[in-house]
C-alpha cells in the first residue's frame, strides 16, 4: 500500500508509523482517517516479521492537532461509516478490531482533540518533555466524547472533566501528564524517538504470542466486571498453554539461551 499522510518505515521487527502532514501540524484529514491509517494498521497486523508498532507525529513541536477543519469544512464530515451500536470514525478504530501487537505512542508536541485517541488506545505512552495536552472540542462547537471515554479509563475522571470544560485555555504539560498516568515516561525531545526504539527492541525479543494473548487479557478487562474479566483473562492462560512458546520459554531460560519464539 502506498501512503501520501503518513510514513511507514520498518525496521526489523519494529513498524515507525508517522502522521507526515507537519504543514497541517499532522492533522487528521479524510484519507489519514478512512484509509492509510486503518491501511497501515492492516498491514502491519499481516506481516509476522513485525512484532511492535511506535506511532508518532513529524516534526518537533506538534505530534497531532486533531481533526483537520479545513478538511472537515471541505468535505462536510469528520467520520465515517456506522458500525454496531455507535458511531465509529476515530484515528484508532483499527486498534479496536483486532490489532494485538504492542503500540507505542511517542508525543513529540501538542497532542488535542482528536489526536488524543492514541493515547487513550495506545499500549504505551512517551512523551517529550515540552509536549501539552488539551482539547477544543467545546471551543469550536463540538461534543467531546469519545476521546474522553477512553482517556477515563486511564487516568482520574476529575482530570478529564477539567480538560473538557476549559476547552484549550489550559494545557496539561508533560509533568502533569505523567503525573497523571496520562504518559509512563518523559524525556527530553531529542531522546523521544530513540527511546521508543530502545522499548520496542525490548518488547520484540519476547514471544509475539504470548504478547498479544497477554495483551487481549488487559483490554477486555476495561470492558467487563471484574469476575468477567479475570474469567476472560483465565482463557487467555488456559489457551496459550497448548502453543509452543509456553514450553520454549522455560526450556530456555533453564538452559541459559535465547528462546526460538514461534511465529504464527
Known amino acids: 500500500m502506498d501512503f501520501d499522510d503518513l510514513r511507514y ?5 519494529i513498524l515507525t508509523i508517522t502522521l507526515d502532514r ?3 501540524m499532522n492533522a487528521l484529514n479524510q484519507n489519514l482517517l478512512h484509509r492509510e491509517l486503518p491501511g497501515a494498521f492492516h498491514q502491519a ?3 509476522s516479521e513485525i512484532r511492535v508498532v511506535i506511532l508518532t507525529g513529524a516534526g518537533e513541536k506538534v505530534f497531532c492537532a486533531g481533526a483537520d477543519m479545513k478538511d472537515t469544512t471541505e468535505s ?3 467520520g465515517g461509516s456506522t458500525k454496531g451500536p455507535y458511531y465509529r470514525g476515530s484515528p484508532t478504530d483499527c486498534l479496536h478490531d483486532g490489532f494485538d501487537k504492542p503500540v507505542i505512542v511517542a508525543i513529540n508536541g501538542m497532542c488535542l482533540g482528536a489526536g488524543l485517541h492514541f493515547i487513550a488506545d495506545g499500549d504505551l505512552i512517551l512523551a517529550a518533555e515540552h509536549a501539552t495536552f488539551f482539547d477544543t472540542h467545546v471551543k469550536v462547537g463540538q461534543v467531546f466524547a469519545l476521546e474522553t471515554i477512553g482517556l477515563i479509563r486511564k487516568v482520574p475522571f476529575g482530570e478529564v472533566m477539567r480538560m473538557m470544560l ?3 485555555t489550559e494545557r496539561m504539560d508533560a509533568k502533569r501528564a505523567l503525573e497523571l498516568g496520562l504518559v509512563s515516561e518523559v524525556v527530553p525531545g531529542p531522546d523521544l524517538l530513540p527511546r521508543a526504539r530502545a522499548l520496542a527492541g525490548t518488547i520484540a525479543e519476547f514471544s509475539p504470542a504470548t504478547l498479544a494473548a497477554s495483551k487481549r ?5 476495561l470492558d467487563h466486571g471484574l469476575n468477567d474479566g479475570l474469567e476472560r483473562g483465565w482463557r487467555e492462560v488456559y489457551q496459550h498453554w497448548s502453543h509452543p512458546d509456553s514450553t520454549e520459554g522455560p526450556r530456555a531460560f533453564a538452559a541459559k539461551r535465547k528462546p526460538d519464539w514461534k511465529i504464527d
Open 217 to 221: 487479557a488487559l483490554w477486555q478487562s
Open 166 to 168: 476549559l476547552s484549550g
Open 9 to 13: 518505515e520498518k525496521n526489523g521487527h
Open 45 to 47: 497486523a499481516a506481516d
Open 22 to 24: 507537519p504543514g497541517r
Open 76 to 78: 462536510g464530515s469528520i
